[in-house]
């Protein structure tokens, strides 16, 4: 018997199991259409290139006198490969078949009825095998993820969500031989399984989705070595799990439509928004998620959308048909993300997107130049901030027209965006813009308001590489002094006034110039202490690259600058360490700005 299989038959290795059950006689006459398809594959990364050439090499092993393998045919032209997507490969393997009257094996249920109606004897693998899953023995109740690379030991992270460690979980290295069987059978098993699922490949990378497991498979020319890392939740909880405030569930029942769930990599956040998404599903709401890769654990009930034709604006488009109460985006991070979260939250369906962010504010800063500023409280109205697995802080979003914190003129009022704690009202940020500039300010009750703190930036960035260490000292919330040295006034007031009339405006402050020696030479605080080898003047962080001169009475000792820990250190072996600590004792010694 003579048969020729195409590219999914090879792929499929269902040919060789045949033949090592004795199952198959004859000539197995492989088209190089197949072998160049699959060679391609193989080259831009993807694992059924490999799996296939795999299955070759075994056919090529099992010829005996029963079993004889042969390759026939030409090479496909670019235009072939281009149309091979459209059925074009599979039509010329068809053909080859057809003319050597020979049977065709395939595994596409298209290829086996197009050859069945041009009367082409066909046979069509349907039955799949189930392949053993080989990375779940590497979990265990505890296990995160377990990250396997050639040349290293097996590592797996254990713990919970913020707690968590890394450990070795075997003595031995990796060799490239087993993590390429490890890698071989994690796709066959993924393909041959109603759990597996290819979410992505590229050259030298692929991802897949294996029922709870998220299995990242790199190799190269992507990395310089063949690895594999697969990510499993060891938690699965609910929103009664965080023990949230009855008046933050109300908030998220009643108002909060724009979530943003922020935190670090590894503290629970996709968790919450898994949890949060379930909550809403279980009050008959149709939640939708839009995931790449898909890997929220959710309910069958809420279905987990991928990018369309590798678009999430696609996928947007597609769900604003569907018109879900909410949608969860997972990891939202580039422009056309934060784009598309916009326009899906200002359609009217509820969002919840799940942010990498440090702190709390960082989820709202991302929002800013890329979603229009007055737009940002009706896009995200809560952020959920998580940390070890906990909400660890939740801000609420407002527009209001107000003079800025800090600011006391009232010509100076804007719209303003309150960022407040959700528990107790309080705000901690405002953003608002400031000449040409969006700024976010915090709100604290410290010795600089935001508004102050924005105008020494502002004046530094103005007076930066013209004026050396100017000096500014707020007289009021709306006046303030700036000392510099005598010969840069004229720069800082400029022709007719023109600098200094533009910082005012900028500012809306008025602006007092004086002479640097105003300030220069006053006393500051400080401590001497004995450290090891050093003797150190102490004297606090705010002084950091700051220059100061050291007195003892009214005799000049030395001047040096201020490291970044507030120190200044001396040999204790020195002349003047000696002086130092004898005037320190004496209550002489002095530091000055």
């Not at 290829?111 to 004897?121: C, P």
């Not at 990498?356 to 409280?377: C, K, N, T, Y």
Request: one cysteine or more; hydrophobic letters at 40%.
């Amino acid at each position: 018997m003579k048969v020729v299989p195409d590219t999914s038959a090879i792929i499929d290795g269902k040919i060789s199991s045949l033949i090592e059950n004795n199952a198959f006689e004859g000539e197995i006459i492989i088209p190089e259409f197949v072998v160049d398809e699959l060679e391609n594959q193989a080259n831009n990364g993807r694992e059924t290139g490999f799996t296939g050439i795999k299955e070759i090499k075994e056919l090529k092993n099992l010829e005996s006198e029963e079993v004889k393998l042969s390759f026939t045919g030409r090479k496909p032209t670019l235009e072939e490969i281009e149309l091979a997507r459209n059925g074009r490969i599979d039509a010329l393997i068809r053909d080859i078949a057809e003319e050597l009257d020979a049977k065709l094996y395939t595994g596409d249920i298209v290829q086996a009825k197009v050859a069945e109606a041009k009367g082409i004897d066909v046979k069509l693998f349907e039955t799949v095998r189930e392949v053993e899953f080989p990375l779940e023995e590497f979990f265990d109740d505890e296990t995160m993820s377990i990250h396997l690379k050639q040349g290293s030991r097996p590592k797996a992270k254990r713990g919970m969500p913020g707690a968590f460690k890394l450990e070795e979980i075997s003595e031995e290295e990796l060799s490239k031989e087993n993590l390429e069987n490890l890698i071989h059978e994690t796709v066959e098993a993924s393909e041959s399984s109603e759990l597996g699922l290819i979410e992505m490949e590229g050259r030298g990378a692929t991802v897949i989705q294996y029922g709870e497991y998220r299995i990242a498979i790199s190799r190269p020319p992507f990395s310089e070595a063949a690895e594999i890392t697969a990510v499993r939740p060891v938690a699965k909880v609910g929103l009664d799990d965080y023990n949230l405030s009855d008046e933050l569930i109300e908030r998220l029942d009643d108002n909060a439509e724009g979530i943003l769930v922020a935190g670090a990599p590894g503290h629970g956040k996709s968790t919450f928004a898994q949890a949060l998404a379930e909550h809403y599903e279980g009050q008959q709401r149709v939640v939708k998620t839009m995931e790449k890769p898909r890997d929220l654990d959710v309910s069958a009930d809420i279905t987990q959308y991928t990018a369309l034709d590798d678009s999430m604006e696609n996928t947007g488009d597609f769900l604003l048909l569907v018109r879900p109460d909410f949608t969860v985006f997972d990891e939202v991070r580039r422009t056309s993300d934060f784009e598309v979260f916009s326009d899906m939250r200002m359609a009217g369906v509820g969002m919840i997107g799940i942010v990498h962010a440090s702190e709390a504010v960082d989820a709202v800063q991302r929002l800013i130049g890329r979603v229009e500023l007055g737009m940002i409280p009706q896009v995200c109205d809560t952020v959920v901030f998580i940390e070890n697995a906990e909400v660890a802080e939740v801000y609420e979003l407002e527009m209001v027209v107000k003079v800025p914190e800090g600011m006391v003129e009232e010509d100076l009022a804007r719209p303003v965006i309150q960022i407040r704690r959700f528990e107790n009202a309080t705000p901690v940020y405002e953003i608002y813009t400031y000449g040409e500039e969006t700024v976010v300010i915090p709100i604290d009750d410290h010795d600089e308001s935001g508004a102050e703190k924005l105008a020494r930036k502002q004046i530094e960035h103005f007076l930066a590489g013209k004026v050396n260490n100017p000096k500014i000292e707020f007289i009021s919330s709306d006046s303030i002094t700036l000392y510099v040295d005598e010969e840069e006034i004229p720069y800082v007031i400029g022709k007719g006034g023109e600098n200094i009339d533009r910082l005012e405006k900028d500012l809306g402050l008025n602006i007092n110039v004086e002479p640097a020696k105003k300030t220069l030479k006053s006393a500051i605080d400080f401590e001497v202490r004995e450290r090891g080898n050093s003797v150190v003047i102490d004297l606090g962080n705010k002084y950091a690259g700051l220059d100061i001169d050291v007195y003892d009475g009214e005799e000049f000792l030395f001047t040096a600058t201020v490291g970044k820990s507030g120190e200044v250190s001396l040999t204790k072996d020195s002349d003047l360490a000696g002086r130092v600590l004898g005037s320190f004792r004496s209550e002489s010694l002095e530091v000055r700005s």
